[in-house]
């Protein structure tokens, strides 16, 4: 059974910095491309973030526009968990943050159950 489970979460003054961790178990990590999206209440859940694994072992890491320069992803193969470091939090960054997995690029097979960020003075 594959299990994302997320972590990291929780509240933060505006400008501050957060990093969600999403443990992965289940699945060949190294063979899938990670992301991470956000939903609020009543909208569409939004992409943030997704890095995948090319040639030569490189990292190739894309990023939503609204958090270009702000957020990096990253992942650690060896603990099969990816990471979202955020950094400048803006109020508009609050959401519900989830990882997910998939083999190829616009197929997300698994999902976290995802985690609170709340960005709020």
């Known amino acids: 059974e594959v299990q994302l489970v997320e972590s990291g979460g929780g509240l933060v003054q505006p400008g501050g910095s957060l990093r969600l961790s999403c443990a992965a178990s289940g699945l060949t990590f190294s063979s899938y491309r990670m992301g991470w999206f956000r939903q609020v209440p009543g909208k569409e859940r939004d992409w943030v973030a997704s890095i995948y694994i090319g040639a030569s072992s490189t990292n190739y890491p894309t990023y939503g526009d609204s958090v270009k320069g702000r957020f990096t992803i990253s992942r650690d193969n060896a603990k099969n968990t990816v990471y979202l470091q955020m950094n400048s939090l803006k109020p508009e960054d609050s959401a519900k943050y989830h990882c997910?997995?998939?083999?190829?690029?616009?197929?997300?097979?698994?999902w976290g159950q995802g985690i609170q960020v709340t960005v709020s003075s």
């Open positions: 997910a997995a998939g083999p190829w690029v616009g197929s997300w097979l698994y």
